[in-house]
């Protein structure tokens, strides 16, 4: 099911109202929701010690929403500044924010580094020199290469930019306890919207057989592993969610063994943006016009710059009309932005209810990697973002763009350089 029909009956009797006080298009985002599945994860993985989910901040950058991930006890990956910086504006730090990059700066090392500094997680070996400082606790990211890898957004291994090869990670450990360091951690990330659980299990596997190895090799004791993100929700109808209860269960057996065998118990760590925030979001949008020609077409008030991913990867979102819910879906329509790119299309070829100039649809699933990725291409302005309150009051936790944001960053009057004086 897209959406969780909780959100959905709490949105439904006052999505109209809260469009006339708001004007669409909006974002909003379910308090309940994803408190909901915050203690939900919580409570499946509470048979590991120190179990820590790192909310990863691209999926949905806003301070709003991180503090409730913070209040829930939740950490943070980031993967650039302004993404530590932001979750440092919703009280995240320490160990409680994992720094995840790549191809990454000295400026980066150094905001890593700052305010109370975030946990190392390295991509390369090349980075150990690169470090302004190696701290205590270091962590790399592994690339296994050869594996077989969930799906196509993340594509093969071996031809991905991330992480440390197999042969290298001995090496890249050895190094980095040459320049100081003294607690460990190792990092995968090979799968994106993965609705196999049996994948993330054999992640997890993979990554104890390697601390396990790198124990005998080097005689360090890694204090956690981290399987990534990637945990996929049903965008389809119709779609079976990942069982998010199963590889609890198996993994949770995994690290029993593990314990068994060598005596001690490492901290299972989890970066997942989507499966935390992506049901509980949803943009609302007004029918504006209709045109017949070769296809009928629905324009709407959103375009692609308030969610790329139907244009960018051919992603399924989900679309309902709450005020026609009873009716049959008998009419196929493209429903479309406004922006001169003709992938500009939140569905190609939808069976839905016929719609008339006025209408609100729900988009579902769009609270991550939506809002976030939003563009200004063709001078449009990403929308606005609203919280549904578990009071069930609605608060605005950012505005929609303005041409003067649009132009905040334009210097007419900026005095020229001569580079041959
Ligand atoms: C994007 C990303 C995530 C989150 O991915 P989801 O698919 O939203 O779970 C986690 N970790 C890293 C390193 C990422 O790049």
Redesign the pocket.
Known sequence: MPMRPEFTDRLTPVVDRIADHYGTPFHIYDEKGIRDTCRHLKTLFSGITGFSE?F?V??LPNPEILKIFKEEGFGF?C?STPELQLARMAGGHGDAL?F?S?NTTEEEFRAAAAEGGSVL?LDDISLIEKVPEMPELICF?YNPGNRRTGNE?IGNPLEAK?GVSHDQLEGAYRKAMERGATRFGL?T?L????LNHTYMVETAAMLLDRIRDLRKTLGITFEFINI?????IPYEPGQEALDITAMAKEITALFNTFEKEEGYMPRLCM????????PHGALVTRVINKKETYRTYVGVDACMSALMRPGMYGAYHHITVPAKADLPCDTVVDVVGSLCENNDKFAIQRDLPALAEGDLLLIHDTG??GHAMGFNYNGKMRPKELLLESNGSVHMIRREETFEDYTATLLCDAAPFNPTA
Do not use: Q, W
């Open positions: 790192y990863a691209k999926a990956d993967s994992m995840t790549n997680n990211r957004i991330y990092h990330m799968a994106s919207n993965e990534g993100g990637g945990l996929g970066e997942s943006g989507r499966f935390m925030a992506g991550a990697h």
